[in-house]
């Protein structure tokens, strides 16, 4: 695991996602990181939609963001994403957002996320599943 395998998401910053100064409200890396975690997993073959059709939901537990630099209006960004850990009721994701043209490194970041039931009750990843997104 760890940076083996990475999936790169780029996309423009939207006008709404900044303020009056053109800066990057802090809240849309989370946004942006929860959109590369969905980039990677569809990348794995499969969204999020489907596990969740087979009955798992995916809950964020931790969440670690360092705010190195901010993005503006008008840039694009590069969201790397990688898997960092699959145990055996949680995943943990690490990501880097990146200025796209020059690859300034802006922000840097964790997710964990537990494996619950429809109900809501933590449950285990099964071992397929743990083993797609690992591959």
């Known amino acids: 695991m760890g940076r083996d395998r990475v999936v790169e998401t780029t996309f423009p910053v939207r006008y709404a996602e900044s303020?009056?100064?053109?800066?990057?409200?802090?809240?849309?890396?989370?946004?942006?990181?929860?959109?590369?975690?969905?980039?990677?997993?569809?990348?794995?073959?499969?969204?999020?939609?489907?596990?969740e059709r087979e009955g798992l939901l995916f809950a964020v537990a931790e969440l670690n963001v360092r705010y190195i630099a901010p993005a503006r209006y008008g840039d694009s960004v590069t969201v790397r994403t990688w898997l960092e850990e699959a145990r055996s009721r949680a995943i943990t994701f690490g990501y880097e957002v990146f200025h796209a043209g020059s690859r300034a490194l802006l922000v840097t970041g964790q997710t964990k996320l537990v494996a619950t039931d429809q109900a809501g009750n933590v449950t285990r990843i099964p071992d397929a599943l743990r083993a797609r997104l690992a591959a």
Do not use: F, L, P, T
């Open 19 to 51: 303020d009056q100064m053109g800066i990057v409200h802090h809240a849309n890396y989370v946004i942006w990181m929860e959109e590369g975690r969905s980039q990677y997993m569809r990348a794995q073959g499969m969204g999020y939609e489907q596990v």
